[in-house]
């Protein structure tokens, strides 16, 4: 995705509050089921202390000294767990930063990197900006000419060192890599990478296996692209493009019974990729929510029109979501934008069930699997999907309910090696965190109960929630109603998923 953000940081530092510094009174936040991500399925009945943004303590009121003047909140018997950690977004605007807090993802990695997203990581870190704490990847890398225009480009492998040396100078410490990078280059910005201590946390290009891309040190590997490539049955006709025309007619073939998904995409080598994947520190991040584009339509398209939420997305992508264009191809490949019925059916099933049974494969193998939604692709709303993504954790890769929490807490910093520091409520970690009304552990579903959140020691309650909202919905009307005056917008990117637009 590409965002053109020339005036997004002072635009952020007006709207989301204007300059402020971390509140310095401490906070006591009693009467509250405290689910701290420390242990497993642990519960503690008590209260947390928090200033200057820090846990300092957590347990039982009475072994907690409470000095004058701290600011007291009664959680009313709620539950308290770690903020969220989106581990695929792309921030498009100032209000997506506005919904993260506002559904309790207080940390984001931001998938396409720029200057202003930068700028708008080290306003927050130094509290000049109230927002999600901000990871970053670099620019996208592809090839020229790239599968999105405004993407940085390498062709030669012999530039590859130079390359990544400049990436990382200008603060970046992870490569997006994307789709059309051609294999030797590929190789040539794997051994930069290394050279130069940077992560690669985007696609596995279509020219490289998905086994030698984690042999190269690929660290994040996103949406779970090319592992069906990887993992076809031999003799069987397949392309590495997404969606390609191989897998419409193999899911269809499947569907008329000629076999079975165990024969068409090999369970041994998914678990032999799974092994590697742990044996060489690579993450999953599989998208569960997005990877259903697969299988978008025009009936996905009227139901998203009818959303409850379709006013918070904002109207400069809406038209992504609810306009077919019959006319656009989806991948090179030649696959329309509108399938038959039958397409349809056989692909939700694959990229739901199908795809899910694979993340709990991995699961089960020891992969380390991290959240994301890759909002704003079609039906992926900022912050809110998040806790969706929880649900299919649950429900389609079987994880427990403690378990996908943990794919949105700790398991992030397990990735980033800051345990300790964010996705627990512990002492010396960062303040950010959700009151719940009701308990997670018990319906995963219950993420969404969301009373109040607290970010980098400030707390949200649930009427500055509500307010947040509020400011979106009309920061959007008033942006549509522009747009319908005015033509076309001047700022967007491309939905990189769904389709090039």
């Given at each position: 995705m590409r965002i053109d953000t020339k005036i997004l940081a002072p635009l952020l530092l007006a709207t989301l509050g204007g300059v402020h510094q971390a509140i310095s009174a401490a906070t006591l936040v009693e009467n509250v089921h405290i689910i701290p991500m420390t242990g497993e399925g642990k519960v503690l009945d008590g209260a947390v202390?928090?200033?200057?943004?820090?846990?300092?303590?957590?347990?039982?009121?009475?072994?907690?000294?409470v000095s004058a003047g701290v600011d007291r909140v009664d959680g009313g018997g709620g539950y308290l767990i770690p903020g969220l950690t989106d581990m695929h977004n792309h921030i498009d605007s100032p209000e997506s930063l506005k919904l993260q807090l506002a559904y309790g993802v207080t940390t984001v990695r931001n998938m396409w990197g720029t200057d202003e997203i930068l700028e708008q990581r080290a306003a927050e870190q130094a509290g000049e900006l109230l927002a999600p704490d901000i990871e970053t990847?670099?620019?996208?890398?592809?090839?020229?000419?790239?599968?999105?225009?405004?993407?940085?480009?390498?062709?030669?492998?012999a530039a590859a060192d130079d390359f990544v040396r400049d990436l990382k100078a200008q603060g970046y410490t992870a490569l997006k890599t994307y789709e059309l990078i051609q294999e030797d280059v590929y190789l040539a910005l794997a051994k930069a990478a290394n050279r130069y201590e940077m992560t690669i946390e985007g696609h596995i290009p279509q020219a490289v296996n998905a086994f030698d891309a984690v042999l190269l040190g690929h660290d994040t590997a996103e949406h779970s692209m090319r592992v069906d490539a990887a993992i076809v049955a031999p003799g069987i006709p397949y392309s590495s493009a997404f969606r390609p025309p191989e897998l419409v007619r193999l899911v269809e073939r499947i569907d008329a019974g000629e076999m079975t998904y165990e024969e068409a995409f090999r369970r041994d080598m998914l678990r032999a990729l799974a092994g590697l994947m742990v044996e060489n520190g690579t993450a999953l991040v599989p998208t569960m929510g997005v990877y259903e584009i697969l299988s978008y339509s025009q009936s996905n398209r009227e139901a998203m029109a009818k959303h409850p939420l379709i006013d918070y997305v904002n109207p400069i992508y809406k038209g992504y979501w609810l306009q077919a264009d019959p006319g656009e191809e989806l991948t090179n490949e030649g696959v329309k934008a509108e399938l038959s019925d039958a397409e349809i059916a056989s692909l939700q099933y694959f990229a739901s069930t199908e795809h899910g049974k694979w993340v709990g494969v991995m699961h089960e193998e020891g992969v380390l699997i991290l959240a994301g939604v890759d909002a704003p692709n079609p039906g992926m709303f900022q912050g809110y999907s998040l806790h969706d993504e929880l649900d299919h954790m649950v429900s389609r890769a079987g994880m427990s309910n403690y378990e996908a929490l943990k794919t949105a807490t700790v398991n992030p910093t397990i990735y980033w090696k800051i345990e300790g520091q964010r996705g627990v409520i512990a002492p010396g970690a960062e303040a950010d965190f959700i009151l719940l009304e009701k308990n997670p552990l018990d319906d995963i579903a219950n993420t969404k109960s969301i009373q109040a959140v607290m970010a980098d020691g400030q707390w949200l309650n649930r009427e500055r929630l509500d307010t947040l909202l509020k400011e979106v919905r009309d920061a959007y009307a008033a942006q549509a109603k522009a747009m319908e005056e005015g033509g076309e917008p001047a700022a967007g990117f491309p939905v990189h998923l769904h389709g090039k637009h």
């Open positions: 202390l928090v200033n200057d943004g820090r846990v300092l303590a957590v347990g039982p009121l009475a072994s907690i000294k990847v670099s620019p996208i890398i592809d090839a020229d000419p790239p599968y999105f225009p405004g993407s940085v480009t390498i062709t030669d492998p």
